[in-house]
């Protein structure tokens, strides 16, 4: 189906069948416990259990079908959304509205929704209780229906182009930003929104990190095993306006995306060879990966293949160097991914149970401060057979 999708209109959006939406309901309501109903704000979660993200708010209760109500665009929202989109007139009123009986336990998303949002939700709905629905929520949205799997693959298709353009354009005293602009170019004309989602507080995230030789380990606040130094104070990390230079690795981590789900890579480029000592720890990099994804079949944990991952870096010389220099690790080496980029489930030491059907991004990467980072990525789907590479760009160091 995406393959036709792609060939039509690749520009063109998809929106999500009711069927899709039906299920996703469904699996929360099972899930509730003792809440009497999860009320959403949030855009991307929204979205997954409305096929909207709108202005606005979705509210399912444990029994009973969920209410969409919508500020703006209400019109979009009606047109987007499989399910019935009401107006949202007045916060005052909304306990009468969603029909929410008094002293009920209603699930919000805590994890990001501000403060502001939460006083006006508690004084509308008078003795409600409040507790966190998020953790069911990214369990429920890492494990991917077909529809959703099909997205990914578009995306990592868009990717894959993205990825091939990067030696028709770099060159030696370019700005990093410059080919990251570049590379965005390409993937946009053939269908890639433009924007990523990251479910961190203070957290803006570009497309992509290219950076390259001694800039690439340059730390930032991102959750991520590099940073780089951005563009101002305000984004201080990713590409630069720093020159990509000869016989160093040029490194190319980003995202492709489409219909809002995303595909996660990252290859090594240079112009000219870089020094063999970068090259072993490349060839490292990529051991670790494939390590990992022979082991990460339902029923493993993130815990287990963090650790194997450690062990893997320790047995081949790389400890110091793999996930930052000592001090400065990430602490983790692969991630879910779907409508935002740190989904569930983490590699990490997290005791996320690997199931069918889950997108992660695998990424060792080992940081030499003075030098640069080299390391792979690739995006996986999971299945009972074992993993199954999404991302299928050529894996050796891409010398220009």
């Not at 770099?170 to 570049?182: K, N, P, S």
């Not at 016989?247 to 995303?262: A, L, M, W």
């Not at 983490?346 to 059907?357: R, T």
């Amino acid at each position: 189906m995406m393959a036709d999708v792609a060939e039509a209109d690749r520009m063109e959006y998809v929106l999500h069948p009711k069927s899709e939406v039906d299920c996703r309901i469904k699996r929360l309501q099972s899930q509730m416990g003792e809440m009497d109903g999860a009320l959403l704000f949030q855009a991307v979660d929204m979205c997954y259990f409305s096929g909207t993200a709108q202005d606005g708010l979705v509210y399912i209760p444990k029994d009973g079908e969920p209410l969409v109500m919508m500020k703006r665009s209400l019109d979009r929202a009606q047109e987007e959304s499989p399910l019935e989109v009401l107006p949202l007139r007045n916060m005052r009123t909304l306990k009468s509205d969603l029909g929410i009986p008094d002293s009920a336990i209603i699930g919000l998303e805590m994890d990001v929704l501000p403060c502001s949002f939460y006083f006006r939700v508690n004084k509308a709905l008078g003795n409600a209780t409040f507790i966190d629905v998020a953790e069911k929520i990214k369990h429920i949205r890492s494990v991917k229906s077909e529809f959703e799997i099909g997205l990914v693959k578009e995306a990592a298709r868009i990717l894959e182009a993205g990825f091939s353009s990067v030696p028709d354009y770099i060159h030696e005293g370019m700005t990093e930003v410059d080919l990251m602009c570049r590379m965005e170019s390409e993937m946009r004309s053939i269908g890639h929104q433009g924007s990523l989602r990251f479910r961190r507080f203070n957290s803006i995230v570009p497309l992509g990190h290219i950076m390259s030789g001694a800039s690439a380990a340059i730390p930032s606040f991102l959750a991520s095993p590099t940073g780089g130094k951005g563009t101002s104070l305000v984004f201080p990390h990713g590409p630069s306006f720093g020159k990509i230079k000869r016989n160093e690795p040029v490194f190319v981590d980003t995202v492709g995306i489409f219909n809002g789900y995303i595909a996660d890579a990252t290859r090594i480029f240079s112009l000219g060879k870089i020094a063999a000592e970068l090259e072993d720890a490349y060839q490292a990099a990529c051991h670790i990966e494939e390590a990992i994804a022979r082991e990460m079949k339902p029923g493993r944990t993130g815990r287990e293949l963090f650790e194997l991952s450690l062990a893997e870096g320790e047995r081949l010389g790389y400890k110091d160097f793999l996930g930052g220099p000592v001090g400065s690790k990430c602490g983790f080496v692969g991630h879910g991914v779907g409508l935002e980029l740190d989904e569930y489930p983490v590699f990490a030491p997290l005791d996320h149970e690997i199931l069918d059907n889950m997108t992660i991004a695998v990424e060792p990467k080992m940081i030499y401060p003075d030098k640069g980072v080299l390391g792979i990525e690739d995006t996986y789907l999971t299945t009972s057979s074992g993993a199954k590479r999404l991302t299928n760009m050529p894996r050796e160091i891409w010398q220009v």
